[in-house]
């Protein structure tokens, strides 16, 4: 039984996780408040905060799974995409636990382990599927054929589907991140209340940029004219911009699905946790008779537990990093089978 010790740090949750023969045993989350007054992540602050929580976190997966640090067989951590410092914490401390224990180094790849996350728990996807990745970082369009065998088919040329939701939120004074609570406020207002244009993008591309730019316009034109106007309509703005947002992933993702010829869609990143976004596709999936796939609530957002599962298959494969491993604040999701191959 190979039991492997997995670390994400590359935003701002430091997590910890245990896998077991492919099994999660335990998945540690550490979040950051320090953030939220800044309206952004403050990468300094960051890095920071990792340095503070990462023993505690590690030490309560172990506990958790009831491993000790001797009958690990394996470490793994996130090498990128995200913040270079937040990285540079999990990776050194990798390192070091790695070299101390003499065991093996396993390099995960983000964006990659988002998308494994469906491998956790029943029902997973069986391949080939289209899995639409989004995060604050990233928006993705990814056809999996196999494991390590994937393409990218359409991603943002801009923001990011997270980073649309957090820039309105901050229009309409919410707190960072403010995704999550403009999923709350929209439960309760009218989604057809206000209209946003929507991007005319060609292929699977997306982009998000003209919308924040729409929204800001609209929100500086209707304050002029009433200065309680947000305030008044909170609910029909969040529904009104959730709709839009979901209006434009789904239309992608959908047309992807046809022109491939698919039948599955998952959907990973902490975005994927949005209450509006599920509904949605799961009316959609069951109308056109394909297959949905979403993964647990605590494996949407930023967790060890994803990164644990990219690092069982890479562990199978023989995927392994060594210690002249350094972060990659803009690693390619295709990177995630560059690693070294150790046979
Ligand atoms: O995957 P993730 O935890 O971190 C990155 O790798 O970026 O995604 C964070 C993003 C943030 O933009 C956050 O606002 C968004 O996911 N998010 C949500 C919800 N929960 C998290 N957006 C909309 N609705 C939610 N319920
Ligand atoms: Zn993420």
Redesign the pocket.
Known sequence: MAHILAIES??D?TSAAVISNGQISSNCVAGQQVHEQYGGVVPELASRAHHENIIPVVHAALQQAGIGLQQLDAVAVTAGPGLMGSLLVGTSFAKGLALALNKPLLAVN?MHA?IMAHFIDEPRPTFPFLCLTV????TQLVLMRHYFDFEIIGQTIDDAA??A??KAAKMLGLPY????L??KYAASGNASAFKFAEPNMPGFDYSFSGLKTGILYFLQKKTKENPDFIAQNLADLCASIQATIIRILLNKATAALRQHGLTRLAIA???S???GLRAALKALAAKDGWELFVPEFQYC??NAGMIAMAAHYQYEQGIFADQSLVPDPRLSLTAAVAAKTIS
Do not use: R
């Open positions: 590359s935003c949750d983000h988002h995060s604050g970082g990233h997270g980073e939701f957090d991140p403010g995704g999550p403009i999923d990143g902490g975005v946790a949005n209450s957002t930023d």
